[in-house]
């Protein structure tokens, strides 16, 4: 199972690189999922309503890669949008660890 997860990953992946801290040096580079994160049966003020549920624009659910651990005061830049990491814990797999889950919100600079 964790060897289908990163195969994946690697197949499906968007191309990102994690930092710790505030700082721009010697960044992880990584393939992991960034969606949207969807609520269903809630009202938030920022949503824009589609098809499938509201969708709200300033939280996304981060799924990554067993052997990158995301840092608590860190950040991710995917394409041309960074990203504050809000929350990112292990998912275990027995054992072993599976693969990454975090929660992202766009830096401000962003919007």
Known sequence: MIASVGQILRRYGREAVVYSGDSDTAGSAVRCFIQPLMYKNRVYLKDAVE??????????LYIGPPETALPKE??????????DILRGEPVYLGTEVCHWCAVLQPRPEEE
Do not use: E, I, N, T
């Not at 098809?51 to 996304?60: E, I, P, S, T």
């Not at 950040?75 to 990203?83: A, D, E, N």
């Open 51 to 60: 098809m499938l549920g509201a969708v709200d624009k300033r939280h996304f």
């Open 74 to 83: 860190g950040y991710l830049v995917c394409g041309s949008r960074k990203f």
